[in-house]
């Protein structure tokens, strides 16, 4: 698989990312640093879901219900 992405294509977070860890990580610092990223990128997912409930002014019974209503079109 070849791939036509380049320095040019990158945002300024990956750009930074890869200059700061230019030197290489231990595959222990690999873990942790992929751990970290993960729980940055969660924490913005769950704040963005967060205000999109309260936007809607939902409660814990519509999130219910809906998760159960897409549950029942999957089968």
Do not use: C, P, Y
């Not at 036509?4 to 873990?31: C, H, P, T, V, Y």
């Not at 942790?32 to 729980?39: F, N, Q, T």
């Not at 940055?40 to 999130?63: G, M, Q």
Request: net charge negative; hydrophobic share 40%.
């Amino acid at each position: 698989m070849t791939s036509s992405l380049s320095i040019n294509n990158l945002n300024d977070a990956q750009r930074e990312l890869l200059q700061l860890f230019a030197g290489g990580l231990s595959e222990e610092q690999m873990k942790e640093l992929r751990r970290l990223l993960l729980d940055f990128k969660f924490k913005r997912v769950t704040e963005l879901a967060d205000k999109f409930v309260d936007e809607r002014n939902w409660t814990s019974d519509d999130i219910a219900k809906d998760a159960q209503d897409i549950t029942r079109l999957k089968h």
